[in-house]
């Protein structure tokens, strides 16, 4: 005899009954061993030599190469960025010369190595032994300069990074640009606005906002493309703890301070970013309706204002 519909079981009363599984378990025990592992390499391992590693994490000449290292990131970041939107720009234009210059730009440099550039430019002498501005072919000069005066290894290590970067950097804000609504600039070009003027008021800084996250991974990894300028004996942070473990032959706790300086870095750079990422979210959604789209009245008010 069949149970009348309210003595029946409903759903909610069936408890979930939960399964082991057994390559939950596995893991769970190959990480254990893998953190005591790593754990008795770090810590207990008398190799390691922390004291040593303390009595240099602020060493003087460990601390001047930070300071170099920072400074390399710095000024590659602003001068790759600074090439970066004249070749984007260049690339959305409407002249073939233009486009073909910045497309050329971005292929070569984008293809080639920083490491490979660094080292050409600081033996630009072998090829160029003098810098001059005058008459082309052989005309008189007005101004010369010894390239090895010029190229020094800290230039020749800034030109390789921001030449790098800067071709990434054109990639990106081109894709920035373009994910700029169509909508915006007829709404813009009604209000009489011209070309560089839209561009500068309404396309470039939302486009910058689109490619803050790609940046700051960008400006991550220039932190750590710096080492690379240890090859030109520029005393950067790697170079300088180089410096001191072959005087001192302790090259493992010097290997130490370098990397424990470069994940210090790499946490606070983090750290800004998605701070920033956070502020720019909070402001694009304060400026957007509540459909989430642009409001052209507020477009039309702000460059009224502007104008």
């Known amino acids: 005899m069949s149970q009348p519909p309210s003595q029946r ?3 909610h009363d069936v408890k979930a009954i939960a399964i082991p599984k057994i390559g939950h378990w596995v893991g769970g025990v190959a990480l254990a061993v893998f953190v005591v592992i790593f754990l ?3 810590v207990i391992n008398k190799n390691m030599q922390w004291e040593v590693v303390g009595q240099y994490m602020f060493n003087r000449s460990i601390l001047s190469g930070l300071g170099t290292t920072l400074l390399l990131t710095f000024l590659a970041m602003v001068l790759g960025l600074l090439i970066g939107v004249i070749l984007a720009v260049m690339r959305l234009s409407g002249s073939k010369v233009f486009q073909a210059a910045s ?3 971005i292929w070569f440099f984008r293809g080639v190595p920083p490491l490979v550039q660094m080292v050409f430019w600081y033996n630009l002498a072998l090829l160029l032994p003098e810098i001059s501005i005058g008459v082309p072919f052989d005309g008189p000069k007005l101004i010369s300069w010894q390239t090895n005066d010029l190229i020094t290894p800290f230039s020749a290590a800034i030109m390789g990074l921001a030449f790098t970067e800067s071709a990434y950097a ?7 640009i373009q994910a700029v609504s169509g909508g915006q ?3 813009a070009a009604t209000l009489g606005m011209t070309r560089w003027q839209l561009m500068r008021r309404i396309v ?3 486009a910058l ?8 991974n960008d400006t991550i990894s220039m932190l750590k493309f710096t080492s690379l300028v240890s090859v030109l004996a520029l005393p950067d942070l ?3 703890a180089q410096l001191v473990y072959a005087r001192t032959y302790q090259t493992v706790p010097l290997l130490l301070v370098a990397t424990i300086w470069y994940l210090v870095l790499t946490t606070i750079l983090t750290i800004v970013e998605h701070a920033v990422e956070h502020r720019l979210k909070s402001e694009h959604h304060s400026s957007t309706g509540k459909s989430g789209g642009f409001s052209f009245f507020r477009l039309f008010g702000r460059q009224q204002e502007a104008l």
């Open 9 to 11: 079981p409903s759903i």
């Open 209 to 216: 906002r689109i490619v803050i996250p790609p940046i700051g």
């Open 40 to 42: 008795q390499v770090l």
């Open 238 to 240: 790697l170079y300088s």
């Open 170 to 176: 054109a990639e990106m804000i081109r894709a920035g």
């Open 204 to 206: 470039l800084p939302q």
């Open 185 to 187: 600039t007829e709404a």
């Open 103 to 105: 497309w050329g730009w």
